[in-house]
C-alpha cells in the first residue's frame, strides 16, 4: 500500500497566522490528492481534490499544491473555526491510504 | 442536500458479522458516483474499507478482501456492508460516504459523510 505521512503531527498557531502542511507518499500519485478537515466528533470534510482544486463552498484562504510524491496544504488568516485535525488521502491506487493527521491548536 | 445515515448494532462478538446500512436521502444512488465506508479507529486512523457503483462494481481493500462486502439496494436508496469474523481489531467508528462526481474514483475523494456509527468488538 502506498504509505501517506504527514508533517508536523501537531502545529501551534494564532488566529490570523498562515500555517502549512506537508504530506508525503512513499510513490508517486500524481495529483490524486485530497486535504479533509475533522473537527472532534464530526465527519472529515472535504477541503481541496486533486492536489490542488478547492472544494465547492470551502473558503478560498484554503490551498493546496504538490505532484508525485510531496504536497502541501496551506491556510491562509487562520480563523477560530480552522482549528481541528487535518488529513491528507491519496486515491491514486486502490488503498485509498489517509495520512495519520496533523492537529491544528492554538498557540 | 444529500444526507447519509448510518444504522446497525453497535456491540458484536468476535467472530460475528458486521452489518450496516446507509441511507441516502436528497440524492439518488444511481447517479454516478461511487459510494465508500470508511472506518477510524485511534489505532489505525482513517482506514478506506471499499466502494460500491451502481449496477455493482465493488472495490475493496486488499487486506480486508477476503471478509468484505458492499451492495446497494435501489429500491431504499441506501447501500451495505457486511465485514464476517470480525475480532476487536474491527472496533471502530463506521462511516459512509460519496465520492465526488466526475472527480471521484473508488477510493475518493469523498465530499459527503455521514455522522458515523460506532461499532465495538468485545465478548
Known amino acids: 500500500d502506498v504509505q501517506m505521512t504527514q508533517s508536523p503531527s501537531t502545529l501551534y498557531a494564532s488566529v490570523g497566522d498562515t500555517v502549512t502542511i506537508t504530506c508525503r507518499a512513499s510513490q508517486s500519485i500524481t495529483n490524486w490528492l485530497a486535504w479533509y478537515r475533522q473537527k472532534p466528533g464530526k465527519a472529515p470534510n472535504l477541503l481541496i481534490y486533486?492536489?490542488?482544486n478547492l472544494q465547492s463552498g470551502v473558503p478560498s484562504r484554503f490551498s493546496g499544491s504538490g505532484f508525485g510524491t510531496e504536497f502541501t496544504l496551506t491556510i491562509s488568516s487562520l480563523q477560530p473555526d480552522d482549528f481541528a485535525t487535518y488529513y491528507c488521502q491519496q486515491y491514486n491506487t486502490n488503498s485509498g491510504t489517509f495520512g495519520q493527521g496533523t492537529k491544528l491548536e492554538i498557540k | 442536500q444529500v444526507q447519509l445515515q448510518e444504522s446497525g448494532p453497535g456491540l458484536l462478538k468476535p467472530s460475528e458479522t458486521l452489518s450496516l446500512n446507509c441511507a441516502v436521502s436528497?440524492?439518488?444512488?444511481?447517479?454516478?458516483?461511487?459510494w465508500g465506508w470508511i472506518r477510524q479507529s485511534p489505532g489505525k486512523g482513517l482506514e478506506w474499507i471499499g466502494s460500491?457503483?451502481?449496477?455493482?462494481?465493488?472495490y475493496y481493500k486488499s487486506s480486508l478482501k477476503s471478509r468484505v462486502s458492499i451492495s446497494v439496494d435501489t429500491s431504499k436508496n441506501q447501500f451495505s456492508l457486511k465485514l464476517t469474523s470480525v475480532t476487536a481489531a474491527d472496533t471502530a467508528l463506521y462511516y459512509c460516504?460519496?465520492?465526488?462526481?466526475?472527480?471521484?474514483?473508488?477510493?475518493?475523494?469523498?465530499?459527503?459523510w455521514g455522522q458515523g456509527t460506532l461499532v465495538t468488538v468485545s465478548s
Open positions: 486533486t492536489a490542488s
Open positions: 460516504a460519496r465520492t465526488l462526481l466526475y472527480f471521484g474514483e473508488p477510493t475518493g475523494p469523498f465530499d459527503s
Open positions: 436528497g440524492y439518488s444512488i444511481i447517479s454516478g458516483n461511487y
Open positions: 460500491v457503483f451502481h449496477p455493482g462494481s465493488t
